[in-house]
């Protein structure tokens, strides 16, 4: 507002001016010279008017007294008059208009300040939403509560969530238990290829034997075996002979020993036989089916698991991984956080109620307030960010807050032919609550 006082002190300095042109022009007086010198009648001055012709001698006086101190009062009350309906203009309550701009050039100065009227507002509006459902198991801050980016909110029941990610951990370890496993078989062990080739060596020998049949010294062999046990029952009967009269012979061991013998000597006559006849064809395929199974196994163990294998099993780690990851940010999701730093303007929860994702969890502000004023065309080569503002509002009655320009519309309002400039007002102490009117002064060069 000094720049607009120092404004109405160069009009005056004007109108004053006019009025003693005009004045001396109308009664033939001189100028007055500023600075106290007297006024000197001019050479060919009318005569003022006076009923019955004659000149009194008040009226004499008076034609000689400069026209400066006849006009002043009259300056000075039209002045006061401008000065009054300036700062009317100026106040928010006369403000009918949304915006409301005044200019004026100070004289040799170069400058001019320009006023509009506005409204705080926040930089941000944040709205919150629950991204999943359940029951509401806690709300932590209440209305108008200033809250930091990170702070809880609120926080839903996250039973089935922690279950959903424990199967997904399991996954996860199955998979990589398959993937170690495979690997591990990618590279045997040179004791493990000594044993599957030791396997396979003696079930081909075991072949080979069932096709040729039993060899002489094999049928030696068996016949030896049935002899011993044909004796060992020879003994056993002449023991169970001695004791047979005895009316617990069926307890004693004797009688044990004879029928171990006896089963003995069965066994020995089937070999015997067995031998003699020649390998059937069932031990044949036994036998050969034992051989393919001894060389599947060296052959895997030669050739280790393939590549592809390996990449499908890679390839199941990675889904399993993903599911887990997906899990963990569902149960992160569970406590509703705040994104930014920010005032509560609203709460739409209550604890134990139900939850759905999208709904409306809070409302924030951010800390930052901006005030948005509509610039004329014609200013805007006046006007760049980081000019500097002050800002008045009728709460803080007494104070002018600093402000600076920190965004220029890109574009005009063809309606208007306005355009949209953005002032942050410097509030540290956040004294400026969004809603109120504020009287914002632009500086301008």
Do not use: W
């Not at 039973?159 to 370890?173: I, N, P, S, T, Y």
């Not at 080979?208 to 060992?232: F, W, Y």
Request: charged share 20%; proline share 5%.
């Amino acid at each position: 507002m000094n720049s607009l006082r120092n404004i109405l002190g160069a009009s005056r300095a004007l109108q004053v001016t006019a009025c003693v042109v005009l004045t001396a022009l109308l009664t033939g007086c001189s100028v007055p010279q500023f600075g106290g010198g007297q006024a000197t009648p001019a050479p060919f001055a009318a005569t003022p008017y006076a009923p019955g012709g004659q000149v009194t001698a008040a009226e004499s006086q008076a034609e000689a007294t400069p026209v400066l101190s006849a006009e002043a009062p009259a300056a000075s009350n039209q002045a006061q008059a401008s000065d009054q309906a300036l700062d009317e203009a100026a106040a928010p309550e006369n403000a009918g208009a949304d915006q409301v701009a005044v200019q004026a050039a100070v004289a040799g100065a170069g400058m001019a300040d320009t006023v509009y009227t506005a409204e705080i507002v926040a930089k941000t509006r944040i709205v919150v939403v629950a991204e999943v459902g359940g029951r509401v198991l806690s709300v932590e801050p209440e209305v108008g509560d200033f809250v930091y980016a990170g702070d809880l909110l609120a926080e839903v029941d996250s039973a089935v969530l922690e279950a959903q990610r424990a199967q997904a951990l399991a996954g996860l370890q199955a998979a990589q238990a398959q993937l170690d496993l495979a690997l591990d078989q990618s590279a045997p062990e040179e004791a493990d290829l000594e044993a599957a080739q030791a396997a396979v060596n003696a079930a081909a020998a075991a072949y080979n034997r069932a096709l040729e049949g039993a060899t002489e010294e094999d049928r030696r062999a068996a016949l030896a075996q049935l002899k011993q046990a044909e004796a060992a029952v020879t003994v056993a009967q002449a023991a169970y002979n001695r004791v047979k009269g005895n009316p617990l012979i069926g307890a004693m061991p004797e009688s044990l020993q004879l029928q171990q013998a006896t089963l003995a000597v069965e066994a020995a006559q089937a070999q015997y036989d067995k031998v003699l006849k020649g390998a059937t064809n069932d031990v044949i395929s036994g036998a050969y089916a034992q051989l393919a199974g001894a060389r599947a196994q060296l052959e895997r163990l030669e050739k280790g698991v393939e590549d592809a294998q390996i990449r499908a099993l890679e390839a199941q780690i990675s889904q399993a991984e993903a599911a887990l990851y997906l899990s963990q940010l569902q149960l992160d999701k569970a406590r509703i956080t705040a994104p930014a730093d920010g005032i509560v303007t609203s709460l739409a929860l209550t604890e134990g109620a139900m939850t759905a994702p999208g709904s409306v969890v809070a409302q924030l502000l951010s800390p930052e307030n901006e005030v948005v004023v509509m610039v004329e065309e014609a200013l805007l080569p006046e006007i760049e960010i980081g000019d500097s503002a002050a800002i008045r509002v009728d709460a803080y009655p007494d104070r002018t807050f600093a402000g600076e320009i920190v965004r220029i519309a890109p574009e005009l309002d063809p309606a208007t032919r306005t355009v949209a400039v953005t002032i942050r007002p410097d509030d540290p102490e956040r004294a400026l609550a969004p809603g109120m009117f504020a009287v914002v002064e632009i500086e301008t060069n």
